[in-house]
Nanobody, 125 residues
Framework: QVQLVESGGGSVQAGGSLKLSCKVF????????MSWIRQPPGKGREGVAK???????AYADSVKGRFTISKDNAEITLNLQMNSLKPEDTGIYYC???????????????????WGQGTQVTVSS
């Protein structure tokens, strides 16, 4: 069984920065992908960044150049550095894990095997 625990959310003014972390508990092996997925108020979930087991990354167009996803393989921790935050970045941020490669229809959020509980990010103008 795998558990994901996020931390690092909070409130920040537009232009500010936050770093989210997701600690992975359990036996994951090496062949898995992870993603940060957010849910804006009143909207559905959408992927913002993902990292495959080979280290390759991808970002939603809305966050390219501002967000950076990384993974500490020794600690099995997923991070998301968020810079130049905008009010439209507000939402609940989840980390998610899927065995093998990420679902082919990413950034759609469906298909991940494990999810964290989510952490709130609020960006004020």
């Amino acid at each position: 069984q795998v558990q994901l625990v996020e931390s690092g959310g909070g409130s920040v003014q537009a232009g500010g920065s936050l770093k989210l972390s997701c600690k992975v508990f359990g036996n994951t092996g090496w062949n898995y992908c992870m993603s940060w997925i957010r849910q804006p108020p009143g909207k559905g979930r959408e992927g913002v960044a993902k990292i495959e087991s080979d280290g390759s990354t991808a970002y939603a167009d809305s966050v390219k150049g501002r967000f950076t996803i990384s993974k500490d393989n020794a600690e099995i921790t997923l991070n998301l550095q968020m810079n130049s935050l905008k009010p439209e970045d507000t939402g609940i941020y989840y980390c998610a894990l899927d065995w093998g490669r990420c679902p082919g229809d990413w950034p759609r959020a469906a298909g991940f095997d494990y999810w964290g509980q989510g952490t709130q990010v609020t960006v004020s103008s």
